[in-house]
């Protein structure tokens, strides 16, 4: 079975550029969460959709977006991108809405310049 | 809010020794779950291990274990038989059950480096 994807691997943006990034959880998976990891830190809680709806919020701005699709897979939207956003961004999918088997995908590395 | 606090930014062990990770954590709850995840090179966030706070035995996951604390709310890995795949970056996390979502909690993190 495949496990959690997500695209595109690397993304090299401008500063105020928006950037969409993408995640498939793995099949049977209808959670799924977004972190946002800086270089030297532990990975922070941006979002977690379930069934399509948003089911928690981390202490991120409104330039952070998400939403899941009717298959579960689910993009994250960052816009007037900053060069503090630079940071690796995981996705986890989980089966239920409070789970805590959560299967990491390998990250999409955004460099903001 | 919860906070977990990994205090020694990197470790060094020899291959076939057994080391230790440290983590410490701060929560009013009572119910909760704590996890060691491993991030090697390729980024990709491994689960270790799990403890639910309600057991008092400690896990373990074949060479990997944990020295579960609650009242001093301390939460160790103990890796035995070090092998060189165990380098990777080891981080402690948390998580509240609140019925709404699985949000998990992280420490900044330990580098270990297996030495062959």
């Known amino acids: 079975d495949a496990g959690v994807t997500q695209s595109p691997t690397h993304l090299i943006k401008t500063r105020g550029q928006h950037v969409t990034l993408r995640c498939s959880p793995i099949s049977g998976h209808k959670s799924v969460s977004w972190y946002q990891q800086v270089l030297g830190q532990g990975p922070q809680f941006i979002f977690q959709?379930?069934?399509?709806?948003?089911?928690g919020r981390g202490n991120f701005p409104d330039r952070f977006s998400a939403r899941q699709f009717p298959n579960y897979s689910s993009e994250l939207n960052v816009n007037a991108l900053l060069l503090g956003d630079s940071a690796l961004y995981l996705c986890?999918?989980?089966?239920?809405?409070?789970?805590?088997?959560?299967?990491f995908g390998p990250g999409t590395r955004l460099t903001v310049t | 809010a919860q906070t977990v606090t990994q205090s020694q930014p990197e470790m060094s062990v020899q291959e076939a020794e057994t080391v230790t990770l440290s983590c410490t954590y701060d929560?009013?709850?009572?119910?909760?779950?704590l996890f060691w995840y491993k991030q090697p090179p390729s980024r990709q966030m491994i689960l270790v291990i799990r403890?639910?706070?309600?057991?008092?035995q400690n896990a373990t996951e074949n060479r990997f274990s944990v020295n579960f604390q609650k009242a001093a709310k301390s939460f160790s890995l103990k890796i035995s038989d070090s092998q060189l795949g165990d380098t990777a970056m080891y981080f402690c996390a948390f998580m509240k059950p609140t019925g709404a979502n699985s949000k998990l909690t992280f420490g900044k993190g330990i580098t270990l480096s297996v030495r062959p």
């Open positions: 929560t009013s709850e009572n119910n909760y779950y």
């Open positions: 986890a999918s989980s089966f239920g809405q409070e789970a805590y088997e959560q299967y």
């Open positions: 403890q639910e706070a309600y057991k008092q």
């Open positions: 959709y379930y069934e399509k709806e948003e089911r």
